[in-house]
């Protein structure tokens, strides 16, 4: 697929209402949820498209922003069905799986998760089984940093997703797992996860998205993340998109007094990505970790923005972002510390870490920081580096070959976000993943050149 479409949108109001298998059949959506994409498209129409200009889209190639030619709710083939199927593999989790904006498989909660209250259900189902439930939650958040006329056309398009409801006091041992899946290089989806955890009620969520096709696509991705008074959450997110896939996925998490949202996300594949990652502490006593690995190749572009917002006395967050660049690839972080008027005692940190294992690799970094309160402890910082040469030659004096090397240093990079995930089959199993992803990377050359050529790391435009 040509990345490089131009900027015109193809995807008819009147596609969205219809989902062909085996013929056309229309998605029984309620009046209120109707009412809502008739205003999404109004106002997708009236938002321009992003611009060189606007500061929120600094250094992005919007020439790989590919919004044409794309249908929606395309069909699945047979034989993938299969090979989703063995995938999912039933049975070790409740969880959901889509393709194309098609629900495909499901393995339901427990009987012990279901008698207390928990609820698991596709948006779809949810609509009709708990309307008034889901209507409370739904598009309850406008969480684009920048992608505001994104976020409009996931309003106006998504009906495939997943709402996690966990009433107050309930803590569910087993994990969800979630997974949506393009199959076809000219098809569009709108995933969106609606997650609502009561005071003190607590989850881990596993979230995936991935190809089965080897090139192209179009996902719009929208994650509503409600967290009551002392409520936990854990999402592990993982994102392996075919080659030319163009991506964006826009997450906010609310959290309420004292409750805590650890968030991960593994990054590779795609073309071009644009992840946007907000956190809105409002009670005193939140807390709120982001974490994020990437391994970037060939000419892949990863655009990640984030915004911690500090709205509530005697808060705290952590972000950790590290990317590890080969070939021409680039990455763009752009991340604001927000404190507000009477935010006393926030304790806010931002790191943004970019290893460069290619002189054609690019790497920018944009922390920011914009206190309006005193007494308050926040820190930022980004570093833009490479391997030394030295270190290389001494692991190739004692016997290591460079591949091997060169996958160990870039492991040891990663390590640090990987270890603070308190799920071990979580970590385990994305350690093999980001380890498998490296088997066929290689530097060419036992050295690196010294000099960063195409390398910014600058302050935020005044």
Known sequence: MNANRGMGVDLPKRVILD??????KPVRLPRWWKEIQD??????ERLPMPSRKDERWRFT?????????????TSVPQGTRGELQNFFRGGRAPGLLFAND??????PLSLEAKRKGVLLAPLLDAAADAPDLLKSWLFQERVALGAEKLETLHRACATAGAFLYVPAGVEMEQHVDLSFWLTEGNAATFPHVLVVLQENARARIHLRFGSTNSCGGFACSVQELFLGAGAQLELFTRRNWAEGTCSFDLASVRLARDATATTFQFNQGGGYTRTESRSRLLGPGARSVMLSATVARDRQEFDQRSFQEHAAPNTKSDLLYKNALYDSSRTIFAGMIDVDPGARQTDAYQSNRNLLLSPDAEANALPGLEILANDVRCTHGATIGQIDPEELFYCLQRGIPLPAAQRLFVLGFLTDVIDRISDADARRSLAEEIDSSLNDKVVPGSSLPSSLRRTSLLPPAQ
């Open 61 to 73: 190639d919007l020439g790989k922003l590919a919004l044409s030619g794309y249908t929606v709710s």
């Open 102 to 107: 098609s629900l495909l498989f499901s393995e």
């Open 39 to 44: 205003v999404a498209w109004v106002d997708y």
């Open 19 to 24: 989902i062909p298998d085996g013929g056309a």
